[in-house]
């Protein structure tokens, strides 16, 4: 079993910026699918940006503003997030997978607003 835990959310005005962390209890080299999701209130959980099979997507609302990585060495995922809107404004998780096994943190939230 993995352990996913996310830091780095916090309140911050618009047009400023954050970066998440997702630390795993164990190697995430083997990972396949690494990415980050959020859901805003009353909203679904919807994709954000993820690492799969070592290309990246990103949702087209944050295209050109985040922007998603992983070191294998500290065994994290990161999330850098620049010129924040409020709309941005929701619980960030990370998921990761590998031989048909997925691992989701607990979130963090993130709130812009000014």
């Known amino acids: 079993q993995v352990q996913l835990v996310e830091s780095g959310g916090g309140l911050v005005q618009p047009g400023g910026s954050l970066r998440l962390s997702c630390v795993a209890s164990g190697s995430i080299f083997s990972m396949n699918h690494m990415g980050w999701y959020r859901q805003a209130p009353g909203n679904q959980r919807v994709l954000v940006a993820a690492?799969?099979?070592?290309?990246?997507n990103y949702a087209n609302s944050v295209k050109g503003r985040f922007t998603i990585s992983r070191e294998n060495a500290k065994n994290t995922l990161y999330l850098q997030m620049n010129s924040l809107k409020p709309e941005d404004t929701a619980v960030y998780s990370c998921?990761?997978?590998?031989?048909?096994?997925?691992?989701w943190g607990k979130g963090t939230l993130v709130t812009v607003s000014s």
């Open positions: 690492i799969t099979a070592g290309t990246t």
């Open positions: 998921l990761m997978s590998r031989d048909g096994m997925s691992y």
